[in-house]
């Protein structure tokens, strides 16, 4: 069964800063071969891509919103992707979902809310 489990959320002051993590298992594939995403969906908005590592060469996408705020990261011994989330706003403020995908196959995690607010 595969499994995406994100961590990391939580009350930050805007400019603060944060970590998320997303630790997968139970892929069928190696994690190496995964593209792997962070999406977020804010209150009565749709769901968006934030970031984009992919598998091979391990290079990156951002939303033009997060651009120069936000990197995006993988660790593929550990199967663990990061976004470091800096000067953070309160526009920022969604459930951040993590998502791999490979070969046509879709994975999501069930989300960590992250809020901004002073």
């Known amino acids: 069964q595969v499994q995406l489990v994100e961590s990391g959320g939580g009350l930050v002051q805007p400019g603060g800063s944060l970590r998320l993590s997303c630790a997968a298992s139970?892929?069928?594939?190696?994690?190496?071969?995964?593209?792997m995403s962070w999406y977020r969906q804010a209150p009565g908005k749709e769901r968006e891509l934030v970031a984009l590592?992919?598998?091979?060469?391990?290079?990156?996408r951002y939303a033009d919103s997060v651009k120069g705020r936000f990197t995006i990261s993988r660790d593929n011994a550990k199967k663990t992707v990061y976004l470091q989330m800096n000067s953070l706003k309160p526009e920022d403020t969604a459930v951040y979902y993590c998502h791999a995908s490979a070969y046509g196959m879709d994975h999501w995690g069930k989300g960590t809310l992250v809020t901004v607010s002073s």
């Open positions: 139970g892929l069928i594939f190696s994690f190496s071969r995964y593209a």
């Open positions: 590592v992919i598998s091979a060469g391990g290079s990156t």
